[in-house]
T-cell receptor, first 113, second 116 residues
Framework: GENVEQHPSTLSVQEGDSAVIKCTYS??????FPWYKQELGKGPQLIID?????GEKKDQRIAVTLNKTAKHFSLHITETQPEDSAVYFCAAISSGSARQLTFGSGTQLTVLP | GAVVSQHPSRVICKSGTSVKIECRSLDFQATTMFWYRQFPKQSLMLMATSNEGSKATYEQGVEKDKFLINHASLTLSTLTVTSAHPEDSSFYIC????????????FGPGTRLTVT
């Protein structure tokens, strides 16, 4: 099955700086890669996603890049703000018929004011 | 759009009792719903997948007689934890997918279950 590894597990940045979170996946047939933001005590919120036919996608301060050859994808947050502090999860859709999400282990991002 | 609700948000129950958690898609029809469990500072662990009108498919190691899932309509799925024990205390989260062939999954706010 699919295996998704996520790094780093914790990340602290100064407000206004950029943050980058990286994930690798194992199943070359995976073709959908969402990113979720989870605040304490809440459910995950879909913030951006990318499909395998696209190399990069941007939405305001958030961007995701995908390298299919290397089987890795990254989340980039620019001009970070304190409200960006949360746990971020990457995920990949497995190639099975159920199309289930396989999650990374999560990154605790702290934006220091 | 794509809002998923869960009820209750928090529940405390005594050991041996059963608890039902509801998951609703508010503005779309959910052909597929998923139930996850999350322990503190850990990732989400898929418990089961359910399609409307069909029996749920449970992940390996998840007891289907203990975690009863019903997906009776296109907007409602329920998870019943039967004969709950303290080790069942966790954060339970549902998610929904809006259509066949679509990959986007939208998550509910979660239910914090504490078994005393």
């Amino acid at each position: 099955g699919e295996n998704v590894e996520q790094h780093p597990s914790t990340l602290s940045v100064q407000e206004g700086d950029s943050a980058v979170i990286k994930c690798t996946y194992s199943d070359s047939a995976s073709n959908y890669f969402p990113w979720y933001k989870q605040e304490l005590g809440k459910g995950p919120q879909l913030i951006i996603d990318i499909r395998s036919n696209v190399g990069e996608k941007k939405d305001q301060r958030i961007a995701v890049t995908l390298n299919k050859t290397a089987k890795h994808f990254s989340l980039h947050i620019t001009e970070t703000q304190p409200e960006d502090s949360a746990v971020y999860f990457c995920a990949a859709i497995s190639s099975g018929s159920a199309r289930q999400l396989t999650f990374g282990s999560g990154t605790q991002l702290t934006v220091l004011p | 759009g794509a809002v998923v609700s869960q009820h209750p948000s928090r529940v405390i129950c005594k050991s041996g009792t059963s608890v039902k958690i509801e998951c609703r898609s508010l503005d779309f029809q959910a052909t597929t719903m998923f139930w996850y469990r999350q322990f503190p500072k850990q990732s989400l662990m898929l418990m089961a997948t359910s399609n409307e009108g069909s029996k749920a498919t449970y992940e390996q190691g998840v007891e289907k007689d203990k975690f009863l899932i019903n997906h009776a309509s296109l907007t409602l799925s329920t998870l019943t934890v039967t004969s709950a024990h303290p080790e069942d205390s966790s954060f339970y989260i549902c998610s929904a997918r809006s259509g066949w062939g679509l990959d986007e999954q939208y998550f509910g706010p979660g239910t914090r279950l504490t078994v005393t």
